[in-house]
Nanobody, 116 residues
Framework: VQLQASGGGLVEAGGSLRLSCAAS????????VGWYRQAPGKRRETVAR????????EYADDVEGRFTISRDNAGTTVYLQMTSLTPEDTGVYYC??????????WGQGTLVTVSS
């Protein structure tokens, strides 16, 4: 499975962005996809996760109610809709997939910058 993340950019505080993660390869083997964020000087952290089959979702406490993870009906793209953005949301956002037996893949990252 290969992942291609896109949609990052510069936005003012309070604004919105939608990130996309396009999957290719053996997408029918995907088990879950997550979005992760790495702020400058900090460790990479989980933002949101979606189970591929059930579409059950999980969110980090600080994005709950502001971010929404979803996937398209074709099962090829995962989205992260981000609203009410704050400067603390700034960072490089990566998508990650669990697939097959114990395999995983990372996308290349997309930069989100929120100005105050």
């Amino acid at each position: 499975v290969q992942l291609q993340a896109s949609g990052g950019g510069l936005v003012e505080a309070g604004g919105s962005l939608r990130l996309s993660c396009a999957a290719s390869g053996t997408i029918n083997s995907i088990k879950a996809v997550g979005w992760y964020r790495q702020a400058p000087g900090k460790r990479r952290e989980t933002v949101a996760r979606i189970d591929w089959r059930s579409e059950a979702t999980e969110y980090a406490d600080d994005v709950e109610g502001r971010f929404t993870i979803s996937r398209d009906n074709a099962g090829t793209t995962v989205y992260l809709q981000m609203t009410s953005l704050t400067p603390e949301d700034t960072g490089v956002y990566y998508c990650h997939a669990l697939w097959g037996g114990f395999s995983s893949s990372w996308g290349q990252g997309t930069l989100v910058t929120v100005s105050s």
